[in-house]
């Protein structure tokens, strides 16, 4: 029984190998995170999950389906991508962009409907950024745009979201709201699989850890119990120790900080 | 579109053409006197040198545009993949080889399509993965290079007394040498073009946000992508066979359009095709009217054409920035 897996994966770019057998399994409903330094596949992990690139060896299994076997337009009504960084060349507006994900609902012939432009709509609202509808995507700050890229996945209607670091971009704001925009999807039944640069935001949220060095799988379960000192530090390099705040929550804390006679 | 009829070496006055008209279509009114010479000028020689404007600026604004979109560039015209560069070897071949239009207009548009494949091999032996659009892009500009040196071979061995002015003049375009039949053959895959470009203006939306993303988004990218290519390229190389090389009509409609009607593809292909085929017949009737002789339409349009899209690209902050 699997939800959404990849069987030992293999991916190279021409010569240059960047994952080695990489098994891993999402549970319905879950958030994994991924760690890992910069470099590393993250990235490529997910462009595989979503049959954006097609690995060398190992499989993609979605529903207990490989993933070859959808066309592209089912797993976009089950899988929905928010990419690291988007270019929309041409004078579309905020909403145009969301709309775009409703493509695969659509008839060849039919446009946008009345429930497509209520459903982006809510999509923007939902992240805080219903008021920048008709602005001009190109004219967007980087973080607006992100947001607006979030609400495109929601409009989407996928219940697994793939996000390639969603906070970057975002200020310390909307990093939060995001993150707690993420725990609510996941109470509604969304499965999430996203990477990040932060290992206390996988702390907040909870779930899976994944940790991935030099494209192979380092360490990975429940966040709480997998991430603490000793992976993070040989994850980056690293000189941190991990404290813990009057609330319970694990902070990360770097040497040199300690270090500091008044502290 | 009236004027462009009643204007000409031959001048009828507005008047006389709606009567003639009206005669001819609606079967009111009485036969002008001198029907013959009218029903010559008139549905022989100037409606389908008109309609042939119109079609070929309408073709060459939407395929213009839909490259624009499917290479997610404002700055690609129709001859991005060669099909120009190769129609027009395609022609000076046909012209160098012998007197036959048919043997000219066959080579032009076979040409034109052997440019395109040139283009999509040479981008294939790159491989087939990341930064797909670059590589179809590079494609483009080897397989332009190669007919533009092809056609400078034909017009280095074409007799220069009698074939190489005919080929000079074939690569300047022109109307001049419109047929009622021919305009009817090509007239449907022209228009066949323009409105299965236009129809699929949703999905050319989406390949604007890059390919990875519209494939995520359930588009069949390639299918897409070759099919507008497919398409864009007829269209293209079929203008070359009835009117020789028009430069500009392809990239400055799409521009002026955009700045219109705004990006998107649904109205933009249709608005392209619109202002394409207005602009053009308004260009060509300049053409054969402004002097005594014919000034040879490419050269017109480039030169109308660079002013305008000199003003076009001041306030294009609507279309793309």
Request: net charge positive.
């Amino acid at each position: 029984m699997s939800f959404y897996s990849a069987k030992s994966i293999s991916f190279s770019y021409s010569n240059k190998p960047i994952l080695n057998n990489v098994t891993l399994d999402i549970k319905e409903g879950s958030i994994v995170s991924l760690l890992g330094p910069n470099g590393t596949g993250k990235s490529t992990l997910m462009k595989i999950f979503l049959g954006l690139l097609r690995p060398q060896s190992g499989q993609i299994i979605l529903k207990n389906t490989p993933l070859k076997a959808y066309s592209s337009k089912d797993v976009s009504r089950l899988v929905a991508y928010v990419s690291q960084s988007s270019m929309v060349t041409f004078a579309f507006t905020a909403l145009d962009v969301v709309l775009m994900a409703r493509v695969s609902t659509q008839s060849f012939f039919a446009g946008a409907n009345k429930r497509d432009i209520d459903i982006s709509i809510e999509s923007l609202e939902r992240l805080g950024v219903g008021h920048l509808a008709s602005r001009v995507y190109q004219t967007l700050s980087g973080g607006e745009k992100q947001l607006v890229l979030i609400a495109r996945a929601l409009a989407q209607e996928a219940k697994i979201l793939v996000m390639d670091e969603p906070v970057s971009g975002l200020d310390y704001g909307n990093q939060l709201k995001l993150l707690e925009i993420i725990i609510e999807l996941s109470s509604e039944g969304y499965t999430i699989l996203k990477s990040t640069h932060f290992p206390e935001h996988a702390l907040m949220l909870g779930g899976d850890v994944v940790a991935i060095k030099e494209g192979k799988v380092f360490a990975s379960g429940n966040s709480k119990n997998t991430i603490n000192e000793q992976l993070i530090n040989s994850l980056y390099k690293t000189d941190i120790c991990i404290k813990q705040t009057e609330c319970g929550f694990p902070v990360c804390i770097p040497r040199f900080y300690q270090n500091k006679p008044t502290a | 579109m009236l004027i462009s009829l009643s204007v000409g070496r031959y001048d009828i006055s507005l008047g006389t053409l709606i009567g003639f008209l009206k005669w001819k279509i609606l079967g009111i009114g009485v036969a002008p006197s001198d029907v013959d010479l009218l029903s010559n000028i008139i549905i022989d020689i100037r409606l389908p040198r008109i309609i042939a404007a119109i079609l070929v600026g309408a073709a060459l604004s939407t395929a213009g545009a839909a490259f624009q979109a499917m290479f997610v560039n404002p700055l690609v015209s129709p001859g991005i993949l060669g099909v120009l560069a190769g129609a027009s070897f395609g022609a000076a071949l046909g012209i160098m080889l012998g007197d036959s239009w048919i043997v000219v207009q066959l080579c032009a548009f076979t040409f034109g399509f052997a440019a395109v494949i040139v283009a999509l091999a040479a981008a294939r032996i790159y491989g087939n993965t990341a930064g797909k659009i670059i590589l179809l892009v590079l494609g483009g500009v080897i397989s332009s290079a190669l007919f533009s040196a092809l056609l400078s071979v034909v017009k280095f061995v074409a007799d220069p007394y009698n074939k190489l002015p005919a080929i000079v003049y074939w690569l300047m375009g022109s109307f001049g040498a419109i047929e009622k039949s021919t305009i009817l053959t090509v007239s449907i895959p022209m228009l066949i073009g323009i409105i299965v470009l236009s129809v699929s203006g949703k999905f050319l939306n989406i390949l604007s946000l890059g390919d990875e993303e519209a494939m995520a988004l359930g588009i069949r990218v390639s299918f897409v992508r070759y099919g507008a290519i497919l398409m864009a390229t007829m269209m293209s190389a079929l203008t070359v066979v009835v009117a020789g090389m028009i430069g500009w009509i392809g990239l400055i409609i799409p521009h002026v359009a955009r700045f219109i009607v705004g990006p998107d593809n649904r109205i933009l292909l249709p608005m392209c095709a619109l202002l394409g085929g207005v602009f053009l017949l308004i260009v060509d009737t300049f053409c054969r009217t402004a002097m005594s002789i014919e000034i040879p339409i490419g050269i017109a349009t480039s030169l109308i054409g660079i002013p305008i899209f000199v003003i076009a690209l001041r306030g294009a902050k609507k279309g793309f920035s």
